[in-house]
Structure formats: structure tokens, C-alpha cells
């Protein structure tokens, strides 16, 4: 049994609680295996804070580039980030969205492990 907080001390505690729910039944090198594959692919939520904060300035729908939302990020840059109340609802949630993307992110990971 890996313990993920000895691998990706940075993780925030739900993640890290979600994460470690995926790990338990892997061996020890797998596990590593797992964590350097998912450390690449994830997204920090202070990222998509301050790519959130850039569509104040004209730059709307960059966090959801960022997050791999291609459509979203179209819409919110052509809109002005649905004029600005997406953008807002979007930087009082930023963690959440993170966090969404880090779960996608990590299943892909343990089925791409898998096969």
C-alpha cells in the first residue's frame, strides 16, 4: 500500500484524500508511476486563480483554456466572460474547478496505467 502524502506532499487534503482512495491498491512503483505521470497533467488552483483574475483584463475564458474546456473558453472570450458574471462565479469557484479537472485527470491516469 503507497502512501500518496510520502509522494505528492504538495497535494490539497481532498485531493489528496481522493488520490490515495486510487493508490491503496497499487504497489509501491506503481504508485510512483502514477505520481509522476499525474504531477505532469494537473493543474494548480493558484493557476486557474490567476488565469481567472486575467479575464478582468480583457483575457476572458483563459482559465478555461487552461482547464481544457476548448468551448467554454471560446464562449467566455467571446462574450467577455458572459459579461463578467461567468468570470466572477468562475474566481469564487476556482478550486473547485481544479479540483474537477484533477479528478478527470487522475482517472485517465490509472486507466491509461491499466491498459
Known amino acids: 500500500m503507497a502512501n500518496i502524502l510520502n509522494l ?3 497535494l490539497e487534503p481532498d485531493e489528496m484524500s ?5 493508490v491503496n491498491d497499487m504497489p509501491e512503483q506503481e504508485a510512483q508511476q502514477f505520481a509522476s505521470i499525474y504531477r505532469t497533467r494537473r493543474r494548480e ?3 486557474v486563480l490567476i488565469t481567472t483574475l486575467i479575464g478582468f483584463i480583457g483575457l476572458a475564458g483563459l482559465h478555461r483554456f487552461v482547464l481544457g474546456q476548448i468551448g467554454m473558453g471560446l464562449l467566455y472570450f467571446f462574450t467577455g466572460g458572459l459579461c463578467l458574471v461567468g468570470t466572477i462565479i468562475d474566481l469564487i469557484n476556482y478550486k473547485r474547478l481544479a479540483f474537477e479537472y484533477n479528478v478527470k485527470q487522475a482517472q485517465q491516469v490509472v ?3 491499466r491498459y
Do not use: K
Not at 481522493?18 to 486510487?22: G, M, V
Open 18 to 22: 481522493f488520490i490515495q482512495s486510487l
Open 111 to 113: 486507466v491509461m496505467m
Open 45 to 47: 488552483p493558484q493557476l
Open 8 to 10: 505528492m506532499p504538495e
